[in-house]
């Protein structure tokens, strides 16, 4: 099966532009999704398909790709964007068939 | 209002089986493609089984495939997963989600949650 690569922690300054970034083979067939997670919630969709968001996500949340990569962009980070976040995306390599998450990225805003 | 609400979590042997249940409703819920989500404790999400609308489409991680079954009855708008053969490592919060297909463009994610059931292997 595929893997998403995730680099484990970023920081941003409150008010500054931050870009998550997740690597992988599965993402040159399929659009990564990217889910915020708050400790002892469950995850949250907040960018899909090309570069959507899902009503109630606000606009300085943003996705793109190229290639390998896909990245959320958050311009303007908020305090409350303090979270855990994960991309995803359809596998099918090999025989396998299913989907795979990067292993998360903790986003802290100081 | 989309809803998915989990249940059937526990304390179970290493072993053991366990059954759990996500009740859907607010949505159409035989048109829509649904997986298992688990999480372990402090770790990452990791995908556990989906099941395509009418449950032709049945796949699985490696990591359970053989040990869990996953099944839907959409007269009664409900996901199950079955879980057999249980270990320590299968110990994580289990959620349910409903899947969004936007296939032409190969867009594909899961775009409603539930608030997620704790399963413990221990002896």
């Known amino acids: 099966s595929s893997e998403l690569t995730q680099d484990p922690a970023v920081s941003v300054a409150l008010g500054q532009t931050v870009r998550i970034t997740c690597q992988g083979d599965?993402?040159?067939?399929?659009?990564a999704s990217w889910y915020q997670q708050k400790p002892g919630q469950a995850p949250v969709l907040v960018i899909y398909?090309?570069?959507n968001r899902p009503s109630g996500i606000p606009d300085r949340f943003s996705g793109s790709s190229s290639g390998n990569t896909a990245s959320l962009t958050i311009t303007g980070a908020q305090a409350e964007d303090e979270a855990d976040y994960y991309c995803?995306?359809?596998?099918?390599?090999?025989?396998?068939?299913?989907?795979?998450f990067g292993g998360g990225t903790k986003l802290t805003v100081l | 209002e989309v809803q998915l609400v989990e249940s059937g979590g526990g304390l179970v042997k290493p072993g053991g089986s366990l059954r759990l249940s996500c009740a859907a409703s607010?949505?159409?819920?035989?048109?829509?493609?649904m997986n298992w989500v688990r999480q372990a404790p402090g770790k990452g999400l990791e995908w556990v089984s989906s099941?395509?609308?009418?449950?032709?489409?049945?796949y699985y991680a490696d990591s359970v495939k053989g040990r869990f079954t996953i099944s839907r009855d959409n007269a009664k708008n409900s996901l199950y997963l079955q879980m057999n053969s249980l270990r320590a490592e299968d110990t994580a919060v289990y959620y349910c989600?409903?899947?969004?297909?936007?296939?032409?463009?190969?867009?594909?994610?899961?775009?409603?949650w539930g608030q997620g059931t704790l399963v413990t292997v221990s002896s």
């Open positions: 099941i395509s609308s009418s449950s032709s489409y049945i």
């Open positions: 599965s993402l040159r067939s399929y659009y």
């Open positions: 398909g090309k570069n």
């Open positions: 989600a409903r899947v969004n297909i936007v296939a032409t463009i190969g867009s594909y994610y899961f775009d409603y």
């Open positions: 995803n995306s359809r596998d099918s390599s090999g025989n396998h068939l299913g989907w795979v």
């Open positions: 607010g949505f159409t819920f035989s048109s829509y493609s």
